[in-house]
Nanobody, 123 residues
Framework: VQLQASGGGLVQAGGSLRLSCAAS????????VGWFRQAPGKEREFIGG????????SFADSVKGRFTISRDNAKSTVILQMNSLKTEDTAVYYC?????????????????WGQGTQVTVSS
């Protein structure tokens, strides 16, 4: 599976951004997909994940209520919608595919990674 995240950019605090994760590979639709981020000097943080069907999702407390994840298996795409952005959301954002279909909340299940996209939130 090959992944490419896009849609990052510069946004003011309180604004919104929509990140896309495009995947290649026939088995994409059978696997959970997650989003991570890494800010300078900090460890990688699991933001949330969605199961293979798009019916269930889980989010970190830091983004719960502000971020949503959706997927379109026909287009092999997963969307991270980010609303009410804060300066502390500034990071490089990565999408990843899990080895499993339903372990979307388990950060350790993600084994395929794409290149990240930079999100910068200004005050």
């Amino acid at each position: 599976v090959q992944l490419q995240a896009s849609g990052g950019g510069l946004v003011q605090a309180g604004g919104s951004l929509r990140l896309s994760c495009a995947a290649s590979g026939r088995t994409f639709s059978r696997h959970a997909v997650g989003w991570f981020r890494q800010a300078p000097g900090k460890e990688r943080e699991f933001i949330g994940g969605i199961d293979w069907s798009g019916g269930s999702a889980s989010f970190a407390d830091s983004v719960k209520g502000r971020f949503t994840i959706s997927r379109d298996n026909a287009k092999s795409t997963v969307i991270l919608q980010m609303n009410s952005l804060k300066t502390e959301d500034t990071a490089v954002y990565y999408c990843a595919v899990s080895l499993f279909a339903s372990q979307y909340a388990n950060p350790r299940s993600y084994i395929y990674w794409g290149q990240g996209t930079q999100v910068t939130v200004s005050s």
